[in-house]
């Protein structure tokens, strides 16, 4: 009886640390100065950042769309608000949407600097069939350089909101991409 309360003991430890997430990071900044922002600052780097890479690729350009930015604006606030950083729950279906998310110390980077996070997950990837598009065989390794690229995707919109120590950056997309079989382009 002991070892096996003893292990569940363990277990419970384990999976409480798991539900607390990572570390920590606290980035080491050349300045003190806030990133600029602002959402017209916010839609023109993610537009070029998003259409940059597809031409990189020979796919045609994103065009924004309000609606998708709403989403996305509702998703970031709920994260700020929750800190829960996980993708939102969408239905299968014509209504989902693509989604991209990042986060980071507030203010500490710029909206280029996050999208090219996103962007330089291109180390891994190989244009094969969703799911074994990743050199590392981790589709995680390369699923929001997939989604920027993913030919199929017409639209995105972005938002961003904060809490008093973390960013959250979201974007979503329509049609969305990483459809299991298919290659991005």
Known sequence: MTGRLGLAV???LMVAG???GP???VERRETQAPAPRGPSLLKAAMMDG?????AAVGVAPLTWSDTLATTARAYA???ARTGKFAHAPQPQGMTREGENLWTGTRYAYAYAEMMGHWVAEQRDFIN????GFSRTGKVEDVAHYTQIVWRGST???CAM???KTDDYLVCRYSPPGNVFGQKAY
């Open 10 to 12: 363990a277990a419970a």
């Open 18 to 20: 798991c539900a607390q």
């Open 23 to 25: 570390e920590r990071v």
């Open 50 to 54: 998003h259409n940059a890479a597809r």
């Open 77 to 79: 606030e709920e994260m």
């Open 128 to 131: 094969m069939p969703t799911p």
């Open 155 to 157: 639209q995105v919109g």
């Open 161 to 163: 909101a904060s809490n």
